[in-house]
C-alpha cells in the first residue's frame, strides 16, 4: 500500500485534474473513484484540501466542456450525430438532449453531468443554441461542482476506511480490475446486442426519399400526414412544413382524427432514421399501413429544400395532434 498512498499524496490533485479532464473530453476513464479516494484523502493531514480538490475538478471540467462548446458552435447538428453516432443509443441520444436543452436552457448544465451521456451533448448544444458564452461558464462550473460534490462527500464520509479500501487494493486490484473490465465487456456487448436486433427489425419499415416525398406532398389524394419525431420543446425548433409534432411514445390514439388510408412519413434527426422507424413501426402496427420513414431524416430534406425548389422552413409553427 506504501507507494499507492506515496503516490495519491504526492501526486493526487494532478490525477484527479488528468481522470476528470480525460472524462469529460469523452475518453472511457471514469473520475468518481478517483474522487472518492481524494475526497477520502482530504480528511488525512497529508492528503488535498477540499477546497483544492474542487478547484482541480472545476478547471479540468471547463478546458474539456469549453472545447465542446466552440465544436457545437462552429459545427452544429453534425456535431451531435457525430457524438452520439458513437453512443450505444445513439436513436435516443440527440432527441433527449435536445428536449432537455430546449425546455430548460443551460441551467441543465447544472445537472447534465449527473446523466449518462449528457455531459459533453449538452455543452455542444450551448454552443449551437448561442447561449452566452459567460453564461456558459457560470452554470457550467456550477454544474462541476454538484457533479464532483456526491463522490468527494462520499469519501469524506467513509474515511475512516480510507487505508482498508487502499490495502485492499493494493492487494487485490489487479483482480478487482480483470472483474471491472469483464463486467463492461458484457455490459456493452449486451447493449449493442440489443441495438442490433433492434436495427434488424426497424430496418424492416420502409424508407421514403426526400425527392418521394415532395411528389406525394403534390399528387397524393388520400392526403399526407408528416410527422415530427424530434424534441419537443418551447424554444423554436425548424420543421418541414406541415409537419405535425409527435412524441415518440404518444399514444397513437393522437392520430384519431386522421384517415387510416392516409399516407404517413415520419421524420427525425438521428442515426439510421431509428426513432423515425419505431414510431412507423408503432403506427404500421395500429393499423395505419402507408406508413415510412424518411430517408436522411431531417437534414437530408433540409439539405435538398434548395435543390428542391421547397418552401422555407418553418419555424415552430407546425400544426400538432390532438392532446398536444
Given amino acids: 500500500m506504501g507507494d499507492l498512498q506515496s503516490l495519491l499524496d504526492g501526486h493526487g ?18 473520475a468518481y473513484p478517483m474522487l472518492f479516494v481524494a475526497g477520502a484523502l482530504s480528511m488525512q493531514e497529508t492528503g488535498p484540501s477540499i477546497g483544492a480538490v474542487l478547484f482541480a475538478v472545476v478547471a479540468a471540467c471547463l478546458i474539456a466542456d469549453t472545447a465542446w462548446y466552440f465544436a457545437g458552435k462552429r459545427l452544429g447538428q453534425p456535431m451531435l450525430r457525430t457524438i452520439c453516432r458513437v453512443s450505444i443509443s445513439p436513436d435516443t441520444c440527440i432527441r433527449q438532449t435536445q428536449s432537455l436543452y430546449i425546455r430548460v436552457g443551460p441551467r441543465s448544465l447544472v445537472f447534465a453531468k449527473l446523466l449518462p451521456g449528457a455531459g459533453a451533448l449538452s455543452t455542444a448544444m450551448a454552443g449551437m443554441t448561442a447561449t452566452p458564452f459567460l453564461t456558459f461558464l457560470f452554470y457550467d462550473a456550477l454544474g462541476a461542482l454538484v457533479w464532483a460534490g456526491g463522490a468527494l462527500l462520499a469519501g469524506v464520509v467513509f474515511s475512516d476506511f480510507v487505508d482498508d479500501i487502499l490495502a485492499a487494493f493494493s492487494a487485490y486490484g489487479h483482480i478487482a480490475f480483470m ?34 416525398l415532395e411528389q406525394r406532398r ?45 399516407d404517413f412519413v415520419v421524420y427525425c434527426a438521428c442515426p439510421n432514421e431509428m426513432s423515425a422507424a419505431v414510431l412507423a413501426e408503432r403506427l404500421r402496427a395500429a393499423g395505419y399501413p402507408n406508413t415510412w420513414a424518411l430517408a436522411g431524416g431531417f437534414d437530408e430534406w433540409k439539405r435538398l429544400q434548395t435543390p428542391l425548389g421547397a ?10 395532434p390532438p392532446g398536444h
Fill in 13 to 30: 490533485l494532478t490525477l484527479v485534474f488528468l481522470s476528470v479532464l480525460a472524462e469529460q473530453a469523452g475518453l472511457p476513464v471514469p
Fill in 179 to 212: 472483474v471491472i473490465v469483464g463486467a463492461f465487456a458484457l455490459f456493452i456487448a449486451w447493449r449493442f446486442w440489443q441495438r442490433w436486433r433492434l436495427l434488424r427489425r426497424t430496418g424492416r419499415i420502409p424508407r421514403m426519399t426526400v425527392m418521394e
Fill in 218 to 262: 403534390r399528387e397524393s389524394e388520400r392526403g399526407l400526414v408528416v410527422l415530427d419525431v424530434r424534441a419537443n420543446g418551447v424554444a423554436p425548433i425548424e420543421r418541414i412544413p406541415g409537419a405535425m409534432v409527435m412524441e415518440l411514445h404518444a399514444p397513437i390514439d393522437t392520430l384519431a382524427n386522421q384517415r387510416n388510408d392516409s
Fill in 311 to 320: 418552401t422555407s422552413v418553418e419555424p415552430d409553427a407546425a400544426p400538432r
